[in-house]
């Protein structure tokens, strides 16, 4: 059975900084691109990061490029997400995700390419 656990969420002040961890069990973790999510209330999710399954692919959203930086490490079967110079906008909850990455030539970042997905960690920045 495959488990997708996020965690380092919190309330931080504007300009801060949080680094998010997310470790993926019941999967051959190297088999699966990674990516981090975030939906904010009344919004739809959207993809933040995502890491393809060697690591030497990556995806940003133009609103996060320069400030995260999404890595993954294979010995630990875990996923992190480090999030510098936090903004409010950036409030929301964070989801970790897998799908299986077949074609090596690129990394997907959108909803409907993930297959498993954790409960997810509140960020909260303050202003």
């Known amino acids: 059975q495959v488990q997708v656990v996020e965690s380092g969420g919190g309330l931080v002040q504007a300009g801060g900084s949080l680094r998010l961890s997310c470790t993926a069990s019941?999967?051959?973790?190297?088999?699966?691109?990674m990516g981090w999510f975030r939906q904010a209330p009344g919004k739809e999710r959207e993809g933040v990061a995502c890491i393809s399954r060697s690591g030497g692919l990556t995806y940003y959203t133009s609103s996060v490029k320069g400030r995260f930086t999404i890595s993954r490490d294979s010995a630990k079967n875990t996923l992190y997400l480090q999030m510098n110079s936090l903004k409010p906008e950036d409030t929301a909850m964070y989801y970790c995700?897998?799908?299986?990455?077949?074609?090596?030539?690129?990394?997907?970042?959108?909803?409907?390419?993930?297959?498993?997905w954790g409960q997810g960690t509140q960020v909260t920045v303050s202003s």
């Open positions: 995700a897998a799908y299986r990455q077949l074609s090596l030539l690129s990394v997907q970042c959108g909803v409907g390419d993930y297959k498993y």
């Open positions: 019941g999967l051959t973790f190297d088999d699966y691109a």
